[in-house]
């Protein structure tokens, strides 16, 4: 699952679907443990103003389903995506760079990473059985970064459930 900066203005994400297959082989008669992500709202913040005091806070969401995993739990990562690091994740137009993070809690206190480097996965939970379930995403572009250039900026970032 993939988080594309887009157009300056809008993060939207891309999922991919997760495909088993058998080749000559029969069939198990029981469900192999699943899951996916059905949607993403993207993380929109809007036109940044760099002489703006105040922090670009922004939120979205990812809804995901699982089947079978009971009784199990499950955690779900964000990666580093451009900048390689979790402090400060960067969207990049060329070299140059725009700070950028998400976050567990609306406080955006708790970095979402895949609990190294001082951040926090989300979970583990137990999910319920082929039910979806939604979990807001919480977005940060720290006020002040005067030395952004105007431009369209990007980054990619890695979604991945763990069961």
């Known amino acids: 699952m993939k988080l594309q900066w887009l157009n300056g203005s809008t993060l939207r994400w891309l999922?991919?679907?997760?495909?088993?297959?058998?080749?000559?082989?029969?069939?198990?008669?029981?469900?192999?443990?699943?899951?996916?992500?059905e949607s993403v709202v993207g993380v929109n913040f809007g036109a940044y103003d760099v002489f703006n005091s105040a922090h670009n806070d922004s939120t979205g969401s990812i809804t995901y389903r699982c089947t079978e995993v009971a009784p199990g739990?499950?955690?779900?990562?964000l990666s580093q995506g451009n900048s390689g690091s979790f402090a400060t994740r960067q969207m990049r137009q060329g070299s140059d760079s725009l700070n950028y993070n998400f976050?567990?809690?609306?406080?955006?206190?708790?970095?979402?990473?895949?609990?190294s480097g001082g951040t926090s996965q989300y979970g583990p939970v137990a999910p319920g059985e082929n039910v979806s379930t939604s979990i807001p995403v919480y977005g940060r572009i720290p006020a002040q970064q005067t030395s952004v250039k105007v431009g369209?900026?990007?980054?990619?970032?890695?979604?991945?459930?763990?069961f």
């Open 103 to 115: 976050y567990l809690d609306p406080t955006r206190s708790t970095v979402w990473g895949d609990g």
């Open 152 to 162: 369209n900026y990007s980054d990619t970032v890695t979604i991945t459930i763990n």
């Open 73 to 77: 739990t499950i955690t779900i990562d």
């Open 15 to 37: 999922s991919y679907g997760l495909i088993f297959s058998t080749v000559g082989m029969a069939r198990p008669s029981f469900a192999l443990p699943s899951c996916s992500i």
